[in-house]
């Protein structure tokens, strides 16, 4: 991890306007410096405002470490403004809709993930969660995970779940 922070950081330095370094080196971060992994996102947003993935990211981690769900739905827009065909940004924007019981726009994300990715193996779980035999208002707790489509769980959206 140290070198390749070492790595980001010296990137950062030699081309400050490299958007991508910005986001990569804010993803890195995100798990122990997350006040620091949010500004290296928002530097990469602010760098290159059509950067999908540096939206997502800094949406993932506003969800993700529960700092501020509602910007991170404004992050997650932008991303799908720019590809509204990014399956991974609507399978963790539904994620990150949990939170607020909207599961009509919960289903309608996962629909569009799929949609956009039929193989998306995380749409795929958290419809088969949202369609489970539960119902939907038991959607787990997992199914509030943010993912990426390597199916690395990038961390908890929700703590709790209703029990409808």
Not at 86 to 101: C, P, S, W
Not at 115 to 137: C, I, Y
């Amino acid at each position: 991890m140290k070198k390749c922070k070492k790595l980001y950081k010296k990137a950062v330095s030699l081309s400050p306007d490299f958007a991508d370094a910005y986001s990569g080196y804010g993803i890195l971060l995100g798990e122990t410096e997350t006040q620091t992994a949010r500004q290296m996102l928002e530097t990469a947003v602010h760098l290159d405002p059509q950067n999908k993935l540096g939206h997502k990211n800094l949406a993932d981690l506003l969800a993700r470490k529960q700092i501020d769900f509602p910007a991170s739905k404004i992050f997650y827009e932008n991303a799908l403004r720019i590809d509204p065909t990014y399956a991974d940004a609507h399978n963790n924007y539904g994620n990150t809709l949990l939170m607020d019981r909207d599961m009509k726009k919960v289903e309608y994300h996962y629909r569009q993930a799929l949609r956009f990715d039929p193989q998306h193996p995380n749409a795929l779980e958290n419809m088969g969660k949202f369609f489970s035999p539960k119902g939907r208002g038991e959607v787990k707790a997992s199914s509030g995970e943010h993912q990426d489509t390597k199916g690395e769980k990038l961390g908890k959206a929700a703590k709790k779940t209703s029990k409808e």
